[in-house]
Structure formats: C-alpha cells, structure tokens
C-alpha cells in the first residue's frame, strides 16, 4: 500500500475546513466510507468526535494517523524504506 498524504481540503468560500464527515474523510484518506467505518468501530482508525449522530474527523487528526499509520505485518513506506 502506497502511503500518500493528501492534499488540505478548502470549503466552496475558500476557507480551509476543519473538520470532515465519515464520507469526506473516507475520500481525503482514499479508502472507502466501509473501511474507514469498520477501523472506527475496531478503535484502530483515526480520532474522531460525534456530534448528536453525525461523526466529525479533525483534518489534522486525519494526517497524524495517515503518518503515524502502519499496516499490519510492519510493512514502512517507500520513503522509510530509502532511509529517508
């Protein structure tokens, strides 16, 4: 698996967003909304906070858990492979 960190979300005004629905961080981190579901619900995704039923991502919480995150079997990224 290829690990890419994506680009800031901006709103349709321009302002840089904060914080990000289930559907819209599945799309920022390139996975599906079930994936991203099914880590929550193992407590093995990125934080998250429930506001009433709607269950909100910090953007920066979002790119923490991208660098931090490790796929099972230990296996690193290309740029951690190089050394770099």
Same mark, same amino acid.
């Given at each position: 698996?290829?690990?890419?960190?994506?680009? +800031?979300?901006?709103?349709?005004?321009? %302002?840089? $967003?904060?914080? /990000?629905?289930?559907? @819209?961080?599945?799309?920022?981190?390139?996975?599906?909304?079930?994936?991203?579901?099914?880590?929550?619900?193992?407590? +093995?995704?990125?934080?998250?906070?429930? %506001?009433? $039923?709607?269950? /909100?991502?910090?953007? @920066?919480?979002?790119?923490?858990?991208?660098?931090?995150?490790?796929?099972?079997?230990?296996?690193?990224?290309?740029?951690?492979?190089?050394?770099?």
């Amino acid at each position: 698996m290829e690990c890419v960190v994506p680009e +800031r979300t901006k709103s349709v005004s321009g %302002v840089e $967003r904060r914080w /990000l629905r289930t559907n @819209e961080a599945a799309n920022y981190l390139t996975v599906s909304e079930d994936h991203l579901k099914s880590l929550r619900q193992k407590k +093995r995704g990125p934080a998250f906070r429930k %506001v009433g $039923r709607v269950v /909100l991502y910090a953007i @920066e919480d979002l790119d923490g858990w991208v660098t931090s995150y490790r796929p099972r079997g230990g296996a690193k990224c290309a740029d951690e492979r190089k050394g770099a």
